[in-house]
């Protein structure tokens, strides 16, 4: 019998979000991995171990309640490297890689990677499964989606997404400005993930073209001490896994069919 290994979708933060088939295959399976970063795992630990009071992960903090302290693993990436495909990132998915490998050929069959939102959304899992597919073709990958950030957000604030012929448009603040401030000209909404170190280049921008009282800034989703609102133009201490919503323009209802 083949291994599956699964990304598992579980939400910006809130445990209430998994859908029930995600509950479900956390529950049924083998194992379940979690990302948690490298600096919290010893070096010469083994494979799950982590630092004397080191934090879980915001994925593995989401699914405590649905799965036993037997199932969990924790697997160390290199989730603050900056510039690309580092050293240190490489080697993180590699060793990640050998560590669900080892637990396939230890007899595990339903392997499932618990990952924040959507796996197929910015997510770790996909670096994950083409590391674990080189190094075993026949394991079977699969995914199941989950609730994104924007999605809570907009829920959270009342904001549509988006109406009748309107884009949607989802891109990282890392990938540069002009990213940004071509979408914001453009006729549809706007949501820019990991915002926290370009937030005053955001800011600047979004008051350059008008769009800073409709913008929405959502921290720290489904966590204590989570804040929603309008952006704050004086606090620029954003968690890395900060939402900003900017919604299309809308002067009439149904303006945009």
């Known amino acids: ?54 934090d879980a992960g915001r994925a593995e903090a989401t699914v405590r309640e649905y799965v036993t302290a037997e199932q969990l693993r924790r697997l160390p990436f290199a989730l603050d490297d900056r510039g690309g495909v580092t050293a240190r990132r490489a080697a993180a998915w590699d060793d990640a890689a050998r ?17 924040i939102g959507d796996p197929n959304v910015y997510s770790t899992f996909g670096y994950l ?3 674990v597919r080189a190094l075993r073709p026949a394991v079977r990958v699969a995914t199941v989606p989950g609730v994104t950030a924007m ?20 891109l990282p603040a890392t990938a540069g400005l002009a990213l940004f401030a071509d979408a914001l000209a453009g006729p549809g909404t706007v949501v820019a993930y990991k915002g926290w170190r370009r937030h005053p280049e955001l800011l600047a921008e979004l008051r350059r073209q008008g769009r800073l009282a409709d913008a929405v800034l959502g921290r720290s989703l489904g966590l204590p001490g989570e804040r929603i609102g309008p952006v704050d133009d004086t606090e620029h201490d954003l968690p890395y896994l900060s939402t900003l919503l900017v919604p299309a323009r809308r002067e009439h209802r149904g303006g945009k069919l």
């Open 129 to 131: 499964a083409q590391s």
């Open 151 to 170: 999605q809570e957000l907009a829920a959270r604030s009342g904001t549509p997404l988006c109406e009748g012929r309107e884009p949607l448009t989802l």
């Open 1 to 54: 019998m083949s291994a599956t290994l699964t990304g598992v979708g579980v939400g910006p933060g809130d445990p209430e979000l998994l859908t029930v088939k995600a509950v479900r295959l956390l529950r049924e399976a083998d194992l379940v991995f979690v990302p948690v970063m490298a600096e919290r795992v010893a070096p010469t630990a083994p494979a799950g171990a982590t630092l004397p009071g080191a």
């Open 99 to 115: 560590v669900v490998v080892e637990a396939i050929d230890a007899g595990a069959r339903s392997l499932a990677f618990a990952t």
